[in-house]
């Protein structure tokens, strides 16, 4: 998942609340690990902040850090430890040990296959998509997370053929080196507690000994036997204790070894100074990408889109260490420098309306190498991250008018049609075209006429009318007017039948304006689903969009579907967004007119 590079989509400091919910998913996941285990790897109060990534092939993975190490990274919902974490507690996951020369394969990409799997006494007990570590022989230290691709039984059953493990992160891979790069720690081998110790004395004592208790040779050999388990017993426990004394000796040194790290840290103003400069060179550099059609541009947006983009994946923009603490400050800094104009449409709410190109900051500033390979592994990243969306994002459905037949129109389309099926304007066309052929029913004065027997007049003929004839359009349009009317409402991919037919016409998706007390106005939406739309994701765009609130509720009464609450007046805007994201026909939007002239 990691051998490439991957993009940083954000990099923020984690909130109070996501620090808690991380440990409560840690505890409850990792069920192995005490309350003190799991607050001195999540500690309060020291920095940790949130990655939100794209991979190389475009998947969306979260990871928390502390500090620069990333601890755990998030799929699905799902949390995986990176080697990092597993390397401080080696023990909250199930391992598969392999071989040295096999890591090479693994950091290139490869899967934990089964053959190359060391079994040391019995595999590890895990289920099909058990997160699980991978170590080397020799040290119990973890080289690789993924997840088991099959469970244990099955392993087993296969006769160790095929994959075992998923890889999905790897020591030397790009997370390993996002952190601070270290190798892996020399643990030994998970050591036998004392019920293992005594299991191998009872084996040796069973070895030398004969079903009814007596030695081999008929004599009471069971005595040694007991004595050896005794020694034995007591040899393996003080091989446990020391094995116990070693790990407790490593973990102190790795401890001691932080503590120096930390305590040869850099001083305050240098980094703040090269935080600043960090600010100063991405700032710069977003600017020569901002189009003057991107304007105005919310202080927020251009932050989080232009300038973090703009940050080298190795590093991190963080505006409190910054000597300006606040965005608003440093922008206001840049327009006194007469870089910016800025304006203020609300209170607290920065855009910025115009960037001067010609300004000698950016006229004389060179690009350093890291920021534009930095920025061409984005641009790759965002196309395949795109190709990806859209692969998975919404796709608009054929909206297909269907015509019933009805009980007067049963002699003219049976047999192949009854009363109640469904048929497209086409195949009503030939089969009404067919049956005045087959009965000869085109006047033989005029062709464009058609002659309208018992079963015709049955059909079209409205009560009180007297008819003998009409033409061809005439004829097919009484019988588009006369049928049931139906829709379909068919998605990609998906096959149209009969059982997806509704009756009468398709409900457009409704917007409009109500006045709140206080002259405060709201967009209401309704009948998304009958598009499935998902009313979350819709509201989530247009949120995002026009940097406004807003809510998603249930219509009172059964089945009456949800609403879309928005703040202010976005007729708009949303039903920009309805045809050019979601690609609707504007036939099947309502109240677009009301909007008119009406500024988002």
Known sequence: MFTKKFRIKSNSAIKGSDRRKLKSHVSQQFTSLADEDVAHLIPNKEEMSVLKLYTHNGTSVIVYCLGKNPLFFEQDKQLFPTVYTLWKFPNILPYFTTWPPVLEKLQGGADLMLPGVVKIGDLPTVGKGDVCGVNLVGNQAAVGVGVAHWSTEDMLASGMRGKGVLTLHTYGDQLWEYGDKTTPPQIPMKCLNMEDSQQLADDAVAEHTGADGTGADGTGAATDGSQSATDNTQEDSGATQECSNEI?????????????????????????????????ECFLFSLKYVKKSDLPLLASTFYAQHVQKCCPSNKSIDIKKTSFKKLSKFLQHMKERGLLELKEPSKGVISIVGVDKSHDDLRKFVVPEELEQSRATTVALDEVAKKEEARHSYQAPEVVEMLGVTSAMVPIFQPQYKKGSWLLRNMVKDVVTDYVKENQLVDANDPSMIVLDPHLSDAVVNKGEYITHLKWDQLFTRFYDKMQ??????FPGEVAGSKSVKKGKIQPINISVVQKAGNKKVTLVTNLEVFKIDPKQFAHDVQVGVATSTSVSSLPGKNAGVQVLVQGNQIEYIATVLIDKYGLARKYISGVEKGKGKKR
């Open 485 to 490: 009317g139906g829709y379909q409402v068919a």
């Open 248 to 280: 407790n000796q490593l973990t102190l040194e790795h401890t001691n070894e932080m503590d120096d790290e930390e305590v040869e840290e850099e001083p305050l103003e240098e980094r703040v100074a090269k935080m600043d400069v960090l600010l100063m």
